[in-house]
């Protein structure tokens, strides 16, 4: 079944801090970020819906001073959902809605070990351009990836 992306609704409140909360280091308060998030990036903080039921969500954003650069600040898929193409579906989501806003490249991070993830956004363009240790913490280590939206990258390889 084909998830349906729409926009995030206040309703979707609960169903999405229990996904945050089921994918964040412990003690981390999923219902202010989510509480936050919904109200600065609420044209481009997007949910996968699947009979109903929330499935996925993510959220993009433009970097303040630099609204030519977007970032994927949140991509989460439920576990009974993963593999069935919600992630793809929403990653190819906040990336249109984020070149429409204007965005020439978009990153953004994730956990070296999460092949399943870097496959995911290998398929959507993004190449691994920085790995930092400790990027958020201790453990939390991270690889950045890239996205170019100009095509300008597409050119060089095929040159």
């Known amino acids: 079944m084909e998830p349906t992306i729409r926009g995030y609704l206040d309703e979707d409140f609960p169903a999405v801090c229990a996904l945050e909360r ?5 003690g981390c308060k999923s219902e202010v970020f989510i509480r936050q998030a919904g109200v600065l990036f609420s044209d481009t ?8 039921e929330v499935a996925g969500y993510t959220i993009g954003a433009l970097v303040q001073h630099r609204q030519t650069t977007g970032w994927i600040v949140r991509l989460v898929v439920a576990e009974r959902y993963r593999r069935r193409g919600f992630g ?12 429409e806003r ?6 953004l991070s994730v956990a070296p070990e999460n092949q399943a993830a870097r496959a995911l956004y290998a398929r959507h363009g993004f190449l691994e ?7 958020f913490g201790e453990g939390g280590d991270r690889c950045i990836l890239r996205r170019d939206l100009t095509g ?3 050119l060089i390889c095929s040159g």
């Open 129 to 135: 351009t920085d790995f930092f240790p400790a990027y």
């Open 152 to 154: 300008r990258e597409d």
């Open 88 to 99: 793809e579906s929403l990653v190819a989501a906040v990336v249109a809605d984020l070149r």
């Open 102 to 107: 204007g965005a020439y490249e978009v990153y």
């Open 22 to 26: 089921e994918n964040s280091p412990k």
């Open 45 to 52: 903080f997007l949910v996968a819906e699947c009979g109903g």
